[in-house]
């Protein structure tokens, strides 16, 4: 977006030394003038710098270059990460209940309104199915799933990178459901499981039912995983498995750079540590290109794939798949002793929507609405002036924000469910202390009200 671009601009400028701590910007009229850009861009592009901590602006002076100790976050968890047993089982279901409340302006859920979904397509071609073939809805779909479902996703894991055919691939009900199995097989109570820090707060329900050990990671707001403090972490405890989000990962968006990628899928190979990839947000970039996922560098069979089309197409389809490596024995026997079956209908549905070459339009279509509705996002933020850091991520649809430390995310996720706003605070994507001065957004709503939104947050905070 210009807006971005311009921000990105001055803000090389700034760090290349052009502008120095304390000296004053050019002023908006002078950027509308001289970089030939409108006066609401030069502006979104200073509140964005402003927000991000670069500048600071002073009443009736303009922006001013801020100390440099104010800079953009860097790795967001400094101490190092040692195993802790997670408890957060009752937040994460207090707080999603009330997030679900009718009436509120519905910003916590990490999950697409209507509008954002073929719902027309799949209704036709579910109605179809079952003209033809009634039995859909009391068949089971049996391990492995639907062949043409497996044969429809290996083609496209096949584009990114993935030399796989659909004998790889297990259907599953949901992601979440693929990523329990995956630690179900590999690790027993008590032991040691890597995750992201911020983490999505499924898995770290999943690790709380299983009785395992969380070892946070620090990630980088925007390139993600720290492959470093991995690597000492796992020379330092006995790590039974890894959990990675490495495109657009949940809470934070971050995507992990191609390089940090086959460096992290060197390290666990060498090490002969499963690694669990959660791709579920993969296919949403705001870019051209998908970005590659880990399992794209695995050679030994040591990368556990797994992903859905919850975000994307159907979230109560309950639709997802695992491409387990050298584990996909166990794992497909597991899967039959616990769930036997998934649903035939939809596991059908989907398969056909593939079959028919429509999925990348419609891709094209949410991707560009998504980078849309997170523009107009940040637009708004940055024109209130608000003491909250963020990065507008290069995909998905969920937005990480960075309070002020003094501020209690918990508090402010109260206060703002009375004013009728639901938000995630950031209490429930760590089993530790970390990121209680942190909220997240979705921005997949239909009729968002960012500057409402934005003018609510700064009366709470």
């Given at each position: 977006?210009?807006?971005?671009?311009?921000?990105?601009?001055?803000?090389?400028?700034?760090?290349?030394?052009?502008?120095?701590?304390?000296?004053?910007?050019?002023?908006?009229?002078?950027?509308?003038?001289?970089?030939?850009?409108?006066?609401?861009?030069?502006l979104a592009a200073l509140g964005l710098l402003e927000a991000q901590g670069l500048i600071e602006a002073r009443p009736r002076s303009g922006y001013y270059v801020r100390a440099r100790s104010l800079s953009?976050?860097?790795?967001?968890?400094?101490?190092?990460?040692a195993p802790a047993?997670?408890?957060?089982?009752?937040?994460?279901?207090?707080?999603?209940?009330?997030?679900?409340?009718?009436?509120?302006?519905?910003?916590?859920?990490?999950?697409?309104?209507?509008?954002?979904?073929?719902?027309?397509?799949?209704?036709?071609?579910?109605?179809?199915?079952?003209?033809e073939q009634p039995s859909l809805l009391t068949d089971y779909a049996f391990a492995p799933g639907d062949e043409e479902l497996r044969r429809q996703i290996s083609q496209r894991m096949q584009l990114v990178g993935c030399q796989i055919d659909k004998e790889d691939v297990l259907i599953t009900q949901g992601c979440q459901e693929a990523l329990s199995l995956c630690l179900r097989a590999l690790a027993k109570p008590g032991d040691i499981i890597a995750i992201e820090s911020p983490a999505y707060h499924g898995l770290l329900q999943a690790i709380e039912a299983l009785?395992?050990?969380?070892?946070?990671?620090?990630?980088?707001?925007?390139?993600?995983?720290?492959?470093?403090?991995l690597a000492r972490a796992l020379?330092?405890?006995?790590?039974?498995?890894?959990?990675?989000?490495?495109?657009?990962?949940?809470?934070?968006?971050?995507?992990?750079?191609?390089?940090?990628?086959a460096r992290l899928v060197a390290l666990i190979s060498a090490a002969q540590i499963p690694l669990i990839e959660d791709d579920t947000y993969g296919d949403l970039t705001h870019g051209s290109r998908r970005p590659r996922p880990l399992k794209s560098w695995d050679r030994e069979g040591w990368v556990l794939y797994c992903s859905a089309f919850s975000k994307t197409l159907a979230p109560g389809f309950r639709?997802?798949?695992?491409?387990?490596?050298?584990?996909?024995?166990?794992?497909?026997?597991?899967?039959?002793?616990?769930?036997?079956?998934g649903h035939a209908l939809s596991q059908r549905v989907i398969a056909e929507y593939l079959a028919r070459g429509e999925y990348d339009r419609h891709l094209r279509r949410?991707?560009?609405?998504?980078?849309?509705?997170?523009?107009?996002?940040?637009?708004?933020?940055?024109?209130?002036?608000?003491?909250?850091?963020?990065?507008?991520?290069?995909?998905?649809?969920?937005?990480?924000?960075?309070?002020?430390?003094?501020?209690?995310?918990?508090?402010?996720?109260?206060?703002?469910?009375?004013?009728?706003?639901?938000?995630?605070?950031?209490?429930?994507?760590?089993?530790t202390e970390h990121f209680q001065h942190c909220l997240r957004l979705s921005v997949a709503v239909k009729t968002p009200q960012w500057p409402e939104f934005a003018r609510a947050l700064q009366q709470v905070l």
């Amino acid at each position: 977006m210009l807006y971005q671009q311009v921000a990105e601009r001055l803000a090389k400028a700034i760090q290349s030394g052009a502008y120095v701590e304390g000296e004053r910007l050019p002023s908006v009229r002078r950027l509308h003038q001289e970089w030939q850009v409108s006066f609401s861009t030069a502006l979104a592009a200073l509140g964005l710098l402003e927000a991000q901590g670069l500048i600071e602006a002073r009443p009736r002076s303009g922006y001013y270059v801020r100390a440099r100790s104010l800079s953009l976050p860097k790795i967001q968890q400094q101490t190092e990460p040692a195993p802790a047993a997670v408890e957060r089982y009752a937040l994460i279901s207090r707080v999603l209940q009330q997030s679900h409340q009718p009436g509120l302006m519905h910003l916590g859920a990490a999950v697409p309104e209507p509008c954002y979904l073929p719902l027309d397509a799949l209704k036709r071609i579910s109605a179809r199915c079952l003209r033809e073939q009634p039995s859909l809805l009391t068949d089971y779909a049996f391990a492995p799933g639907d062949e043409e479902l497996r044969r429809q996703i290996s083609q496209r894991m096949q584009l990114v990178g993935c030399q796989i055919d659909k004998e790889d691939v297990l259907i599953t009900q949901g992601c979440q459901e693929a990523l329990s199995l995956c630690l179900r097989a590999l690790a027993k109570p008590g032991d040691i499981i890597a995750i992201e820090s911020p983490a999505y707060h499924g898995l770290l329900q999943a690790i709380e039912a299983l009785g395992l050990r969380a070892l946070e990671i620090p990630c980088h707001p925007q390139d993600g995983l720290d492959v470093e403090a991995l690597a000492r972490a796992l020379g330092q405890w006995p790590v039974k498995a890894c959990v990675v989000s490495a495109n657009f990962s949940n809470p934070s968006g971050s995507l992990m750079p191609d390089e940090a990628k086959a460096r992290l899928v060197a390290l666990i190979s060498a090490a002969q540590i499963p690694l669990i990839e959660d791709d579920t947000y993969g296919d949403l970039t705001h870019g051209s290109r998908r970005p590659r996922p880990l399992k794209s560098w695995d050679r030994e069979g040591w990368v556990l794939y797994c992903s859905a089309f919850s975000k994307t197409l159907a979230p109560g389809f309950r639709v997802g798949w695992l491409v387990a490596g050298r584990f996909q024995a166990t794992l497909q026997r597991l899967f039959t002793v616990t769930a036997l079956a998934g649903h035939a209908l939809s596991q059908r549905v989907i398969a056909e929507y593939l079959a028919r070459g429509e999925y990348d339009r419609h891709l094209r279509r949410i991707r560009r609405s998504y980078r849309q509705q997170m523009q107009a996002a940040g637009e708004a933020l940055a024109a209130e002036h608000l003491p909250v850091h963020w990065q507008l991520p290069r995909g998905g649809f969920l937005l990480w924000l960075q309070l002020a430390s003094a501020q209690d995310a918990m508090q402010v996720y109260q206060r703002l469910l009375e004013q009728g706003v639901s938000v995630m605070p950031g209490h429930l994507f760590s089993g530790t202390e970390h990121f209680q001065h942190c909220l997240r957004l979705s921005v997949a709503v239909k009729t968002p009200q960012w500057p409402e939104f934005a003018r609510a947050l700064q009366q709470v905070l």
